[in-house]
């Protein structure tokens, strides 16, 4: 039944791209725009989201270095002051949901987009029954569980604090006199995904906000869909705002003639969103290659940013090419799952052909740089030894491993990956390096403090001391504060991309370096590659503001959603969860990250145990899953993990963002926690479920890399309860309902546009 929809699919869009073919032979639209040759750095339109208080616009993030605007018109209810490159802003009142900055520069204005903050006031109150004497503290997902920034007040009978936050789901916990307990006066509570509990504040969103669907190409027009009523709308060309000669608003409907400057550029964007007074609507990105919808033409070069599927093996544990450069530790102390497996970047060549045939386009690769050949023992307890098999203990900028395959093999990689079509990422270590590093041997001062003015040491204080702690004490973190360092680490990571001809980065621990840096990466990387695509993601555990905070124009494209994996995973894995808790976050999701965001949608990682052991139950609930990897052998557990991770895979497969497989997820690989996570990549033998979930897999990512609706198209919630989840994804004329359903039992939902349609247990349809 699946091959039969696929099929069916499959000569849909291929009709729909002969017609939108046929029809856009002639020139798409006369109307011309007045618009500087001169274009910005930054193409695809970058809304700037602002808060009561103050914030802060960088002018080199929109355009470039050493620009000087003529000057800068600021919305009603919004006070800007330029100095020293930047835009302080400040919203005094009455701001609208969304509204424009001008920066004016030789007679032209280039609009940026502002969206004002949906933040609302929430009390948070403690009685004192529970808490006679202080410290009360508050810790969740609004503070990132840092309870130093959170401090309760006592007045009378209460403990309290008020929050300032964005509708959504924050888990969270108190803190009193140090002791961690859930909220006595919430009954509302939510899994946290290790056998406990966190109480759970609910932020509502506002009702009535109006809907944006790409639904037509005709004639020479782009035509929307408009669900409710609007106040008024933004439309730009990229940063160039269109007016009425552009569109024409009837009967719900908005029709877009594209400019015709549009058809001399190979890539341009335009950029939609409308508001009412309960609030703004999704924002609309339309990506166009030569005038037209980028997925209503054949697109004849290297992956598309929204079309990227991408898989992460850590070199060491996927496959073992060349088995000569094995070098594992002989110190007897370093226990097998802590040593070197073997594998190479020979061996992830050779897999190249089952990566591809699995759906995949883009690679991210661990670290391969240099790292020491000894080994050393982890801080935490109980200190057990480790070599340096992951690759995140870099001792060189500038040499490959010779344990991973050398220089040659990693030029090989990238060759035989472009000729697939294929982008390459590589893992790149900013934060700290080894103690053995020349870097830091030669200039000792380089590093942040380790031993703290009280007598604590700086080791894995991830949010009190979040840019300067160490993670273990022979890993110095670099002082940033330096600009020397800066510059070094810097022109450290243009080397890879120019000597080895990658496609971009993921940034470990993103968090943990301030923003200037990410600022200086990026600027030095467009101005000497301006006509590469290379791509940026980083890692950071957090909360969305946190994440947020990382990305723009000027910074990095992605990060991963840890938040929404987190949530994916609590409602896949636990039968009483509800998949509208799980929908509430995805809208979080899309509302702080955009409606067509670049996030990192994931099935796990190595730093974490392994969704199918977890899904199955063979991690046991409130157990330490890092130390039982020692202790026993975890295996799947319940069949049951299988069909859920097949779950997981679709609902990424469905959503705005970039599905991210990490490796052996495809089979369902069992693991407790780091390093149990990493065994060694099976590409044989598998099991009849294992070769099930391998085949489900293949269909949802081929499916995902070839459905223009499920890469670029608008998302609308169509209905949620405790076991049934359903989706649609909308892209001119081509629209794609995604149905789940984590229930034991098979359920109906009856769709004005498919009818009756029954989801199998424990499945997901794409229709």
Known sequence: MRKTILEKSSIYLALIMLACLAACKEPVSEALLSYPDQALLSSPVWPLRLDEGLGTLHLADYFGTDFEPDSVTYPRGVLGRIADGMIGLSMIANAKSVDRIHVWKGGFAYTIPVFRSDKIEYSLTLDTAFAREGPVQAAGAFNDWNPLATFMTREGAKWSTTLRLDPGQYPYQMVVNGQWMLDPGNPDSLDNNIGGYNSLLRVKRPTGLPFLRPFDIQSEELVLEIKGQISGFILLWEYAELDEQFWRLEDQRLYIKVPAQARDRKKSELFVCAWNEQGRSNDLRIPLLEGLPVGTQVIPERVQRQAMTMYFPLIDRFANGDPSNDRPSEDPRVLPPANFFGGDLQGLTQHLDYLENLGINTIWISPVALNPTGVYQEYPEPRRWFSAYHGYWPVSYHKVDPRFGGDAALDELVSQAHK?????????????????????????????????????????????????????????????????????????ALFWIERFNLDGFRHDATKHIPELFWRTLTTKLRTNFPERDLFQIGESFGSRELIASYMGPGMLDSQFDFPLYFAARSCLINTN???????????????????????????????????????????????????????????????????????????????????????????GMPGAGDPDSRRMMRFSDWSAAETALHARFTELLQRRKSDPALQYGSTELLYADQHVLVIRRDWFGHKTFALLNKGAESANVDLPELGTVTIPAYNALFR
């Not at 020349?438 to 700086?458: F, S």
Request: hydrophobic share 40%; aromatic share 10%.
């Open 420 to 492: 697939r079509g294929m982008r390459v990422l590589l893992d790149f270590v900013a934060n700290h390096v080894h103690q053995e590093h020349p870097m830091i041997i030669e200039n000792p001062g380089w590093a942040t403090t380790l031993d703290l003015d009280d007598g604590t040491r700086n080791l894995r204080r991830w949010d009190e001391h979040r840019l300067t702690t160490w993670f273990d004490d022979f890993l110095p973190s670099l002082d940033f504060e330096n600009p020397l360092i800066t510059e070094a680490v810097t022109d450290s």
């Open 577 to 667: 969860s509800d998949f509208s808790d799980l929908a509430d976050e995805l809208l979080a999701s899309l509302e702080s990250f955009g409606h067509h965001h670049l996030m990192g949608n994931i099935t796990g990682n190595h730093d974490m145990a392994r969704f199918s052991s977890l899904a199955g139950a063979a991690l046991l609930p409130g157990e330490d899953d890092k130390e039982v990897g020692w202790e026993r052998e975890i295996g799947v557990g319940d069949p049951i993990a299988y069909p859920r991770m097949a779950l997981l895979m679709a609902f990424q497969s469905a959503i705005p963002g970039l599905p991210v497989v990490y490796y052996g997820d495809e089979i």
